[in-house]
């Protein structure tokens, strides 16, 4: 293992600090993580990054900012002062986070006759089914975060109830048929070309006059944007779409 990471050819050979590197990844690393050991590199935390959600943490609840955190909390709050009708949703979850934050601001309201559905496939995105569909991430392992994990998350805030439900496998699968008949907030995070086209073709209909729906990555992937583009157009819709960050977008449902 030590030689196949040590091949001559290797550019990372010619520079002592690119060695040490290589070999932590390549050697180090795997071994760590046979035993649950994670090796990280410290670094100074940094509120602009943060604010904008461009830190990619290594532990954390959510990579995306603070913006957009105070987005969900402006949509979810405005919902419960107009009484739109339905639930929350998120399809991209990852580690929780932003899903975690929807059930805490019902909490907070006190409301108990919503529910928090939290769908993603909790292994990871799936390989895109062509390069215009997106990036490769599929190998990535810092973006994939298992059920349990996700629940435990939700559990640290005691926020697990019966007020949160999972949606567990990919969008093509489980969104058509999802047991949801209303939504008040439909968060898309699912990055790729199928996956935001899936969620709007599935769940779009079932958001409330009134309602919100918000993009993550409407502008940083331009497939993102293409599917949101090509979904509105399919449907002859137009909506005013409001910037977040350099991210994120989200728009409201017109009412009757
Ligand atoms: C960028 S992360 C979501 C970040 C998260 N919203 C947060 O607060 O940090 C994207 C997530 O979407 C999920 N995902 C992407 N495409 C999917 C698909 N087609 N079906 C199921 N899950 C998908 C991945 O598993 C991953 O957890």
Redesign the pocket.
């Known amino acids: 293992m030590v030689e196949a990471a040590l091949q001559p050819a290797d550019r990372s050979l010619r520079r002592p600090g690119r060695l040490a590197k290589a070999l932590a990844r390549r050697v180090l690393v795997p071994l760590l993580g046979r035993r649950d050991l994670l090796l990280v590199k410290r670094r100074p935390f940094d509120p602009g990054l943060r604010a904008e959600g461009r830190d990619a943490p290594c532990f954390g609840y959510?990579?995306?900012g603070l913006r957009r955190l105070a987005n969900i909390r402006h949509c979810v709050e405005d919902v419960l002062a107009r009484s739109v009708p339905g639930d929350l949703a998120?399809a991209?979850?990852?580690?929780g986070?932003?899903a975690i934050f929807m059930r805490a601001l019902l909490a907070v309201h006190g409301v108990t006759d919503r529910t928090v559905w939290v769908a993603?496939?909790f292994r990871?995105?799936?390989a895109p089914a062509s390069p215009q569909d997106g990036d490769d991430f599929s190998q990535h392992a810092y973006?994939r975060?298992d059920r349990r994990q996700v629940m435990a998350n939700f559990q640290r805030f005691g926020l697990l109830d019966g007020q949160v439900r999972f949606l567990e496998g990919?969008?093509k699968d489980t969104l058509p048929t999802a047991p949801i008949e209303r939504l008040a907030v439909l968060r898309l995070?699912?990055?790729?070309y199928?996956?935001t086209l899936?969620t709007l073709r599935s769940l779009y209909d079932r958001v409330s006059p009134g309602g919100y729906v918000i993009v993550?990555d409407y502008h940083a992937y331009e497939y993102c944007r293409r599917a949101v583009t090509d979904f509105l157009r399919e449907r002859g819709l137009a909506p005013a779409l409001t910037t977040i960050d350099w991210a994120g977008v989200y728009w409201q449902v017109p009412g009757p």
Do not use: H, K, N, Y
């Open positions: 959510t990579m995306i998120e991209g979850v990852w580690r986070g932003a993603d496939s990871g995105l799936p973006l975060a990919w969008f995070d699912g990055d790729l199928s996956s899936e993550d």
